[in-house]
């Protein structure tokens, strides 16, 4: 959708989301990382967090599919 295209192109390096994956047998998972390159051609290069892997996405897609959360570009401080 439009919307999906104008929220992908707004997203800039260093951009941290987190993208819904089908794990299998009806299960889904948010996965978090961070945009670390951008492709006219490719769409945005995400590093996942968890395992450090890198996949190409369609970020225009994904948000119009309500698989994509921007999340913020740091982590609350620990009160530990």
Excluded: F
């Excluded at 998972?29 to 945005?44: N, P, Q």
């Amino acid at each position: 959708t439009v919307m999906g295209l104008l929220v992908a192109l707004t997203l800039q390096l260093g951009t941290r989301v987190a993208i819904l994956w089908d794990v299998g047998l009806c299960t889904e998972a948010w996965l978090e990382g961070v945009i670390r390159d951008v492709s006219v051609t490719a769409g945005h290069l995400i590093v996942y967090d968890a395992d450090g892997a890198a996949k190409w996405h369609n970020l225009g897609e994904d948000a119009s599919y309500e698989h994509l959360k921007i999340l913020p570009s740091t982590s609350p401080l620990s009160l530990n």
